[in-house]
Nanobody, 127 residues
Framework: QVQLVESGGGLVQAGGSLRLSCAAS????????MAWFRQAPGKEREFVAA?????????YYSDSAKGRFTISRDNAKNTVYLQMNSLNPEDTAAYSC???????????????????WGQGTQVTVSS
């Protein structure tokens, strides 16, 4: 069994930055990739960014995240990070990390390909 625990959310002013962390625990942890998704009130969950876990360091971003967010990982700590810069109110959402244990494509963007999810951390950006 794998558990994912996010941290680092909070309230920030527009233009500010936040760094989210997602720590994985479990007897064995070797996903194809890790990703961040977000869901704003009244909206569908959307892909934000993904990173390969065991083969190279390939990163994938949504158009809205590209150039502002950076996903990274620390395999020794079983932790994935999301550095978010130049935040704007449209980034307000609950951010969840997920482990892709089903699809060899580490950049997969469909939530159904992710077998483990964290509980989420709230990010609120004020204008």
């Amino acid at each position: 069994q794998v558990q994912l625990v996010e941290s680092g959310g909070g309230l920030v002013q527009a233009g500010g930055s936040l760094r989210l962390s997602c720590a994985a625990s479990g007897r064995t942890f070797s996903p194809y990739g890790m990703a961040w998704f977000r869901q704003a009130p009244g909206k569908e969950r959307e892909f934000v960014a993904a990173i390969s876990w065991t083969v190279g360091t390939n990163t994938y971003y949504s158009d809205s995240a590209k150039g502002r967010f950076t996903i990274s990982r620390d395999n020794a700590k079983n932790t994935v990070y999301l550095q978010m810069n130049s935040l704007n109110p449209e980034d307000t959402a609950a951010y969840s990390c997920a482990a892709n244990v089903k699809n060899r494509d580490a950049g997969v963007r469909e939530a159904t390909d992710y077998g483990y999810w964290g509980q989420g951390t709230q990010v609120t950006v004020s204008s």
